[in-house]
């Protein structure tokens, strides 16, 4: 059974950062795809950012230069630093694991940006 909790949400001005951390449990952390999804207030969940077991990674257009993915095997621990927010930014971020056509999902962690 794989359980995924988010952390390092928050409020936080225009232009500010945070660093989002996903723990997995389980043993098959290095073996899956990760990605990071994100649901805006009143809009539909969409992908953000992802990384392959093997580290590649891609984003989407809005925050290509902004935030970076990433990984640590070694913890089960996934990352997104997110750098030069934007009130569009602002929405429940999910951590998702993709393992043989089956997702895991966290619980979400909310991000505000907002002066």
């Known amino acids: 059974q794989v359980q995924l909790v988010e952390s390092g949400g928050g409020l936080v001005q225009p232009g500010g950062s945070l660093r989002l951390s996903c723990a997995a449990s389980g043993s098959i952390f290095r073996l899956a795809d990760m990605a990071w999804y994100r649901q805006p207030p009143g809009k539909q969940r969409e992908l953000v950012a992802r990384i392959t077991y093997s580290g590649s990674s891609n984003y989407v257009d809005s925050v290509k230069g902004r935030f970076t993915i990433s990984r640590d095997n070694a913890k089960s621990t996934m990352y997104l630093q997110m750098n030069s927010l934007k009130p569009e930014d602002t929405a429940i971020y999910y951590c998702?694991?993709?393992?043989?056509?089956?997702?895991?999902w966290g619980q979400g962690t909310q991000v505000t940006v907002s002066s």
């Open positions: 998702n694991m993709a393992w043989f056509g089956y997702d895991y």
